[in-house]
Every structure is written in structure tokens, then in C-alpha cells.
């Protein structure tokens, strides 16, 4: 059973940023993805952005694009998200997910990630 750990989380004011992270307990160096996802209060999961691990090719959704920024950390079994010019609509709980295959077409859905991190909440004020 892998175990995905996020952390990071923070309230922040408009226009701040935060860096969230993401441990696995099982990590490989190729044909791994990590997702990004949100969930708003009283609103449905939506993914922020992706990561093929073995090359490192990232996705992301048109509103995070250019404030959003996901990483390997050297190699390391820890994935980041980098939000900038945060704004309240970014507000919600953040969540890693991994899936070992290849997600060229579906690292947007979450029906597609076979592991769940808790979550890290990130709030942005006005």
C-alpha cells in the first residue's frame, strides 16, 4: 500500500504564494504520475496540474497555468506544488495522487489515480 503524504498547507493573503509537498512511501523513477487536485468546500475535485515522473512533464488546467509551477525534488520520492498570485477561488483542500502507468490522456481525471494523500488545506483571504 503506498502512502502519500502532503504537507504545506496555509492561509495567505490574495497575491501570496504557498508550496505544498508530497511524500511517497513507494517512489520509481519512471512511469509514475502525480496529480494535483483541489476540492472547495461544497464543491466537486478538480485537478490543479500533473507529473510524469520519468521524463518530467508536467500538466496543468488553463486558470493555474503560469501560477502554478510542479516538481520532483532531486529525485527524491517528494513532489511539489508551487502556487503564486494566489486568489480566493484557489481557496480549498489540496490533495497528491499517484498512479504507476502511463496517464498521457488521463492525468486530469481522478478516477484515474489509484493512491490519495489526507490533504492540505489552503485558504487565501482577501
Known amino acids: 500500500l503506498v502512502r502519500l503524504v502532503e504537507s504545506g498547507g496555509d492561509s495567505v493573503e490574495v497575491g501570496g504564494s504557498v508550496r505544498l509537498s508530497c511524500v511517497a512511501s513507494?517512489?520509481?523513477?519512471?512511469?509514475?504520475?502525480f496529480g494535483w487536485f483541489r476540492q472547495a468546500p461544497g464543491k466537486e475535485r478538480e485537478v490543479v496540474g500533473a507529473?510524469?515522473?520519468?521524463?518530467?512533464?508536467?500538466f496543468y488546467i488553463d486558470s493555474a497555468k503560469g501560477r502554478a509551477t510542479i516538481s520532483q525534488e532531486n529525485s527524491k520520492d517528494t513532489v511539489h506544488l508551487q502556487m503564486n498570485n494566489l486568489r480566493p477561488e484557489d481557496t480549498g483542500m489540496y490533495y497528491c495522487a499517484a498512479a504507476w502507468r502511463n496517464m498521457w490522456d488521463e492525468w486530469y481525471s481522478s478516477a484515474s489515480y489509484d493512491y490519495w494523500g489526507q490533504g492540505t488545506p489552503v485558504n487565501v483571504s482577501a
Open positions: 507529473i510524469y515522473i520519468g521524463g518530467g512533464r508536467t
Open positions: 513507494e517512489f520509481s523513477q519512471s512511469d509514475m504520475f
